[in-house]
């Protein structure tokens, strides 16, 4: 430890607080703590940590400390801090999506309900959250279907009736805005909606069957037909929901599962005893942390932003951390919240449930990652033992030449760093010295100037160096580019990819080498080979595009944008244009004698010249 280290240990109080951890000035880590003193002296003198705190700790050369009069105090600055400097060594949430909900607007004389994808303390009824926007919509489709609620955006009172909609004239909106129904009457479809959507479903079903076979028995049979078609709805999306118990519970089940590296927390959402949905969290390099500290960072971050559910299932809880958790979990609800780490029964099967997914997801990222290593670094690897390289090839820079029979030539640069394309890196050449398609001498003169980059004296135009270079092209290419390369100083190694048999060649070796078609080295290069063609292409193709659109008028000296526009504008076409005598363009806006000579001249050149 520094002396400013051990002066500050000394000096800790044994207070309730947060502390952060620095290195070189910046924050590394954010953490709370019952007493000061006892907490942050724990890093620098317990043996036990893991890895992680190991790491951290070695970095550590410096650390504030902010004083609360209570725990509570603690926790939500500790939540503000991680949010503000979103420390390394802390765990920060990848997916901070904000999951949708619907809204109705208790305040509104006429309430609708719409998707919102932030939960305010504005008086309305929020429900969910729901997992995706499409599981949303799908929910708020059938409530309309349901429930003739307006959709318009509308603001009551008005100050005039108006004519209602389409949607009133097909039954799916009570006509507020014309009168059609008194708020009485909107507010009974209201309380019907908030009934259906809190999870009453057994209710409204055995309603409307009443109300059904009411209008059966009164030889009402469309409006029998109507509801039976609502009841159809209700029962549809009922089976499509995973019932979970018979209580309407309203539940957030969470769990975690470690290996030796990584941990994974799933999320489980139970909404009127029904499971509506679920979110795995990747937490990487927190394999071997303890649990229940983690899952309670996990909750300071996940909640911050979301609204808790009334009952919260734990897999593990640090127990005195509990009281003032969940008066912050209240405080982010505006109603009552329970925390529960169950140990049978019912509950303690939920928790197993999430516990299963939270591996699931775990196992499924990490074959992911294996696959996506093969891809990439390993199959730089693999490429490097191929051709004979010592070490793997980080920065692979592949080259294509393309023209249209010599015209437009232009070049193209694609870099791939470990394996991936780094499109920012990526360069075009427009070829300046070479007259026609001539392939060989412009991939000389295009190696030629990237390497002076790469060789310059100035670091501020200096140029990364490739590991490796591949060419588009056999032996003639390579040969070309390499002595452009050499003649710079810099000696790469290089290669070229023959298209006919995917034969890799390499400088002073006759016979070329031969990958297996299925193996990643070989995809790895055909990427780079490919995406270097497509640049070039595409390059190619934009000044194709743009010759094509140049105008006649440009090359005229005197003629300007605005007098082109007039022009064209008086004789509607270049046709037009080079076929009018002087005196017919000096009826143009804007046009004297010397630029209509100019235009006239240069459609109707002088014999001769």
Not at 398 to 404: E, L, M, Q, R, V
Not at 587 to 608: E, L, S, Y
Request: charged share 30%; with cysteine.
């Amino acid at each position: 430890m520094n002396e400013t280290l051990q002066r500050k240990i000394a000096l800790l109080p044994d207070s309730p607080g947060c502390y952060m951890m620095k290195e070189n000035g910046r924050i590394i880590y954010v953490g709370k703590a019952v007493n000061l003193k006892n907490r942050v002296r724990s890093y620098f003198y317990a043996k036990d940590h893991t890895p992680k705190v190991a790491a951290m700790v070695r970095r550590i050369d410096d650390f504030d400390i902010l004083l609360c009069r209570t725990n509570l105090e603690a926790l939500i600055l500790e939540c503000n801090l991680i949010k503000l400097h979103r420390p390394y060594y802390n765990i920060l949430l990848k997916d901070d999506k904000q999951y949708p909900y619907i809204r109705v607007d208790l305040n509104d004389p006429f309430p609708k309900a719409e998707i919102s994808r932030r939960m305010e303390k504005d008086g309305a009824r929020y429900f969910g959250p729901y997992i995706g926007a499409g599981a949303v919509r799908d929910v708020l489709e059938t409530v309309r279907k349901l429930f003739p609620l307006r959709t318009c955006n509308l603001t009551f009172p008005l100050k005039k009736k108006q004519r209602p909609c389409i949607n009133y004239e097909i039954g799916r909106c009570l006509g507020p805005c014309g009168e059609k129904c008194t708020p009485e009457k909107y507010r009974q479809t209201v309380e019907r909606v908030l009934a259906f959507l809190g999870g009453s479903d057994r209710e409204i079903l055995d309603a409307l069957k009443s109300e059904m076979n009411a209008a059966a028995a009164a030889y009402r049979y469309e409006h029998a037909a109507v509801l039976r078609d609502k009841i159809r709805d209700i029962e549809g999306m009922m089976q499509r929901q995973q019932a979970l118990q018979t209580r309407n519970a309203e539940q957030d089940v969470i769990a975690l599962f470690q290996d030796d590296l990584d941990a994974m927390v799933q999320v489980l959402l139970i909404r009127g005893g029904k499971m509506v949905g679920g979110n795995a969290f990747s937490l990487p390099g927190e394999g071997k942390e303890d649990p229940a500290e983690l899952l309670f960072d996990f909750l300071l971050q996940y909640y911050d932003t979301r609204r808790p559910a009334r009952e919260i299932l734990l897999q593990a809880l640090p127990e005195e951390i509990r009281p003032d958790l969940e008066s912050w979990l209240r405080e982010k609800r505006g109603g009552a919240v329970d925390l529960n780490v169950p140990q049978r029964g019912e509950k303690r099967a939920l928790v197993l449930m999430s516990e299963k997914n939270a591996r699931d997801a775990l196992e499924k990222q990490n074959a992911q990652k294996q696959i996506r290593y093969q891809r990439t670094v390993g199959a730089c690897k693999d490429l490097a033992e191929a051709i004979g390289m010592e070490g793997y090839p980080r920065r692979i820079e592949g080259y294509d030449i393309s023209n249209t029979q010599g015209m437009l030539s232009v070049a193209s640069m694609v870099v791939f760093i470990d394996g991936d394309p780094a499109k920012k890196e990526y360069r075009h050449y427009r070829i300046k010295t070479v007259e026609g398609a001539n392939d060989f001498a412009s991939l000389n003169e295009v190696l030629l100037r990237r390497f002076k980059r790469a060789m310059s004296d100035d670091p501020n135009e200096r140029w990364p160096m490739p590991d490796l270079v591949l060419i588009d092209g056999g032996p003639e290419q390579l040969a070309f580019a390499r002595e452009a390369m050499l003649s710079t100083g810099a000696d790469v190694p290089m290669f070229g990819l023959a298209k006919k048999r995917e034969e890799i060649f390499l400088p002073g070796r006759d016979e070329p080498i031969l990958l297996d078609h299925h193996t990643p080295a070989l995809h790895l290069i055909q990427r780079v080979r490919d995406e270097s063609h497509r640049y070039a292409i595409t390059f190619h193709r934009s000044l194709r595009s743009s010759a094509s659109t140049h105008s006649r008028l440009e090359d005229i000296p005197g003629i300007g944008p605005e007098r082109r526009k007039a022009l064209l504008s008086h004789f509607g076409s270049i046709k037009a244009i080079s076929a009018a005598q002087e005196e017919d363009l000096l009826k143009v806006r804007g046009m004297n004698r010397a630029a209509a000579r100019q235009v006239f001249v240069h459609f109707h050149p002088p014999q001769g010249s």
